[in-house]
């Protein structure tokens, strides 16, 4: 029926146009839709045997089901998103090996790789490993949320339209699943952060490893050092945030579980979408570029929190740098870094941008009508503002007044103005939070106050000690001046006396990786108590002073230190 009425409407649309010129319609020949039908080549579909009895079924789905052959039977890792596409790509596995499947592992909730798991079973009892946690979030997605998600999975995927619409889904051809389509099983084994089991003859590592979803987990095949991440990553820049919506990714945790993967050293990476990449090197290297764009865009979007930046400001002062984003595996074929930057501002501080035009604004339909009598009335942007807020209408006079001074932003009457709406709309509001917010406002734009930064030095001894040493290096990485360092790579290992703990810190082209580990060779080894490094990093105790007092010990010279230092904002 749907199909039916975009015909009819099609048609209507045609008869209507007259000489009207027809809209342009996007194609294959255009550079964004070139660059995505090139990208789709390898979704072609095919069972592809990257290494012996491991077989990776790509293009029956928008993910891939993984067939690992033991002695007397199989484990297929992710089934697809519904029963045809499960029975099409278990009848190209049948053609390898007829051995049953003994057991089935779910990497995570997400639709595409749970919903074909009773095909895989062949009406037997099959034991289904997942994490404990990912019924609970099959039951969000299906009773809680099903409807939008519904509506904004068809909008993201492209569900609905014309197949010749549909170049490719980015990590797979493409998405479909129906409602009668759906043959999930539920997890029969679960567990938390580590469950090593052997199947078939197989030896698997079972690892939770928070990603793309809370309950993400990889699969690793010790014996052989094959690494199977899930969705953690694929030859696509990852969806840190999904627009078709999703609870708030937590970054570094997806940071951290790649770290834990590549120290593993697999030999192979066998994805759950694109295609697998063997050798050891070539696995490090593609790990490592997917978790330095990641951390480069979490830690450079808080270091622009922390100097006030709003949202629309974070996506266009916070770009990855060329070395990653032109990397192979980071093209914008499924996440983009402007939505990431929107996604981590959002997790830390909510919807609010911090600019109290914002805070309340007009109702959208309203604001399109003064919109459109704006542009009918020809009048220019300075003149309505002021009328707006001659007429007492003061949330559009702040509306107005804040697109006057980022268009002049030198302009002390649109400054102004926009600090006496602010100071209207507080006289006018009995919430006190958002009174005190506006009035503040008013006065830093009258230049009556200035907001300034805590001053670490500050900080009483006490409160500083009882801070944890590694999250006080991890710290660090969101206050580094990036884009001096991209051209850097140095190795400075602390090694904490009092706490007998060795950190090592990573500086990589633009990215602070700190890690609780003691890394070979360093340039820069730092020996002190931790009580010491927090005062010379918060400028309590000067470090020539610290070093001249036998607190502190470093082999690479005190000027390196110094340098390192001296990369980081206060």
């Not at 029956?60 to 890792?77: F, H, T």
């Not at 010790?222 to 690494?227: C, K, N, Y």
């Not at 266009?316 to 074929?333: D, F, N, S």
């Amino acid at each position: 029926m749907f199909r039916l009425l975009t015909g009819l409407l099609a048609a209507l649309l045609l008869l209507t146009a007259c000489d009207e010129p027809a809209e342009t319609e996007a194609t294959a020949e255009q550079p964004g839709a070139a660059a995505l039908a090139a990208h789709g080549e390898m979704f072609e579909r095919r069972v592809l045997t990257p290494l012996p009895g491991v077989h990776v079924a790509v293009g029956y789905g928008l993910a891939n089901a993984i067939m690992i052959e033991g002695q007397d039977g199989v484990v297929v890792v992710d089934t697809l998103e519904s029963r045809p596409r499960a029975q099409q790509a278990l009848a190209a596995f049948r053609k390898i090996t007829q051995k049953p499947v003994r057991a089935i592992v779910l990497t995570h909730n997400h639709a595409d790789h749970i919903f074909g798991a009773q095909v895989f079973a062949e009406g037997r009892p099959v034991p289904v490993y997942a994490h404990r946690t990912t019924s609970a979030h099959i039951d969000r997605i299906v009773n809680v949320l099903a409807n939008t998600i519904y509506a904004r999975s068809m909008r993201m995927f492209g569900q609905l339209l014309p197949p010749e619409e549909v170049l490719n889904a980015g990590i797979g051809p493409d998405l479909q699943v129906a409602t009668p389509d759906l043959a999930l099983l539920r997890p029969t084994v679960v567990f938390d952060g580590r469950m090593a089991v052997e199947i078939a003859g197989i030896r698997l590592e079972l690892v939770h490893a928070p990603g793309e979803t809370d309950d993400q987990l990889f699969v690793w095949l010790p014996a052989r050092r094959v690494l199977l991440p899930a969705d953690n990553i694929y030859r696509a820049f990852p969806n840190l945030y999904t627009i078709r919506g999703t609870a708030h990714r937590d970054v570094m945790q997806w940071v951290h579980s790649l770290d834990r993967m590549r120290d593993l050293r697999p030999q192979a990476l066998i994805p759950s979408h694109t295609l697998p990449l063997i050798g050891e090197d070539k696995v490090a290297g593609v790990l490592t570029a997917y978790r330095d764009a990641i951390q480069y865009l979490h830690d450079q979007t808080v270091r622009g929190i922390n100097r006030g930046l709003t949202p629309d400001e974070l996506v266009e002062a916070v770009r990855l740098p060329p070395h990653l984003a032109g990397h192979p595996w980071l093209a914008e074929h499924y996440g983009t870094a402007r939505w990431s930057v929107r996604a981590i501002h959002n997790g830390y501080l909510g919807w609010f941008n911090g600019d109290g035009a914002d805070l309340d604004p007009l109702p959208a339909t309203v604001r399109s009508r003064r919109l459109a009598e704006a542009f009918a009335a020809g009048r220019p942007l300075p003149e309505q503002a002021r009328a707006a807020q001659q007429a007492g209408d003061h949330q559009w006079a702040a509306e107005l007044a804040r697109h006057w001074l980022r268009t002049e932003p030198d302009s002390d009457e649109a400054r102004q103005l926009l600090a006496r709406a602010f100071t209207d709309l507080a006289g006018n509001n009995a919430n006190p939070n958002a009174r005190h917010w506006y009035l503040t406002q008013a006065r830093e734009l009258r230049g009556d106050l200035q907001i300034g930064r805590p001053d670490p030095s500050e900080l009483p001894d006490a409160m500083l000690d009882d801070l944890p040493i590694g999250a006080f290096l991890a710290g660090m990485a969101t206050r580094l001046r990036a884009e001096e360092t991209l051209d850097s790579d140095q190795l400075v290992r602390f090694e904490f006396t009092d706490v007998d703990r060795v950190f090592s810190a990573h500086l990589r082209r633009g990215v602070l990786a700190v890690r609780e580990i003691a890394t070979p060779d360093p340039e820069i080894t730092i020996r002190t108590t931790t009580r010491t490094w927090k005062r010379i990093v918060t400028r309590k105790r000067n470090p020539a002073l610290a070093l001249a007092a036998d607190e502190v010990s470093v082999d690479g010279g005190l000027i390196a230190v110094s340098r390192f230092l001296a990369l980081f904002e206060r």
